[in-house]
């Protein structure tokens, strides 16, 4: 599963937000800001992942537990999906 | 996902990004192409800054400043030429930081963009006076 081309990660005063270009413009509106976290895992799901090497990667970057990281990836997918970034 | 007005949104999150609506800004803005990407106002705009302000009817306006006044500023949209005096500080919401055009983002701090402000602007203002004197031309003519 990856990020749907035309969903754009940019900082604006150092506050990290999506912004929806071209036409996945057209159909979503209205700002969704990252957390340190949320950023993380979507500059690893700009290119194509699995939730099993997602959980890998946020185990290698932050001191947390397995069972966390799986919270938060599983979390942090379903969000995502829901809001229908996701393409898988 | 809540449904928030763009001042509660902006409020929320210092920062917004939505397609602009509307041709008063074209071309530096195009509706079919590019997404604005706004930030919380704070503090003073400067010449040139395009700022999202709320007019008294409730319209959500995104023009450009082209003089500051006290306790506000003189707007303008760059496709088009009648300037809207007293716009109040009280009413900008945010201003515009960049925009993306298709995928390439273009930040109005850059070099480049700047200058085509300056050049846009200048334009502008020969052709307001063209204007200006193409109307006087024609109510003259009518006059007789």
């Given at each position: 599963?990856?990020?749907?081309?035309?969903?754009?990660?940019?900082?604006?005063?150092?506050?990290?937000?999506?912004?929806?270009?071209?036409?996945?413009?057209?159909?979503?509106?209205?700002?969704?800001?990252?957390?340190?976290t949320?950023?993380?895992?979507?500059?690893?799901?700009?290119?194509?992942?699995?939730?099993?090497?997602?959980v890998?990667?946020l185990l290698?970057?932050y001191d947390v537990t397995e069972e966390i990281a799986n919270a938060d990836v599983?979390a942090?997918?379903?969000?995502?999906?829901?809001?229908?970034?996701?393409?898988? | 996902?809540?449904?928030?007005?763009?001042?509660?949104?902006?409020?929320?999150?210092?920062?917004?990004?939505?397609?602009?609506?509307?041709?008063?800004?074209?071309?530096?803005?195009?509706?079919?192409?590019?997404?604005?990407?706004?930030?919380?106002?704070?503090?003073?705009?400067?010449?040139?800054?395009?700022?999202?302000?709320?007019?008294?009817?409730?319209?959500?306006?995104?023009?450009?400043?082209?003089?500051?006044?006290?306790?506000?500023?003189?707007?303008?949209?760059?496709?088009?030429?009648?300037?809207?005096?007293?716009?109040?500080?009280?009413?900008?919401?945010?201003?515009?930081?960049?925009?993306?055009?298709?995928?390439?983002?273009?930040?109005?701090?850059?070099?480049?963009?700047?200058?085509?402000?300056?050049?846009?602007?200048?334009?502008?203002?020969?052709?307001?006076?063209?204007?200006?004197?193409?109307?006087?031309?024609?109510?003259?003519?009518?006059?007789?």
């Open positions: 599963m990856k990020i749907k081309n035309g969903l754009k990660l940019r900082e604006v005063g150092g506050v990290n937000i999506v912004v929806a270009v071209g036409e996945m413009a057209a159909s979503f509106k209205g700002v969704v800001r990252l957390n340190a949320g950023t993380f895992l979507w500059k690893q799901l700009e290119s194509d992942t699995s939730e099993c090497e997602l890998a990667s290698e970057k599983s942090f997918i379903s969000m995502i999906r829901e809001a229908g970034f996701l393409d898988e | 996902m809540n449904n928030l007005k763009i001042e509660e949104a902006i409020n929320l999150f210092g920062v917004y990004s939505c397609r602009p609506q509307g041709t008063s800004m074209f071309p530096t803005l195009d509706t079919e192409r590019d997404t604005v990407v706004l930030r919380k106002k704070e503090g003073r705009l400067k010449k040139y800054d395009v700022a999202l302000y709320r007019r008294p009817d409730g319209t959500c306006v995104l023009h450009r400043v082209m003089a500051l006044e006290d306790g506000g500023y003189t707007m303008c949209g760059d496709n088009q030429w009648k300037l809207e005096h007293g716009v109040r500080e009280d009413t900008v919401i945010a201003y515009l930081e960049g925009f993306y055009r298709g995928d390439k983002y273009i930040s109005c701090d850059s070099r480049k963009h700047s200058a085509y402000v300056r050049f846009w602007c200048a334009s502008l203002f020969f052709r307001r006076c063209a204007l200006s004197i193409l109307w006087r031309v024609k109510n003259n003519k009518n006059a007789r």
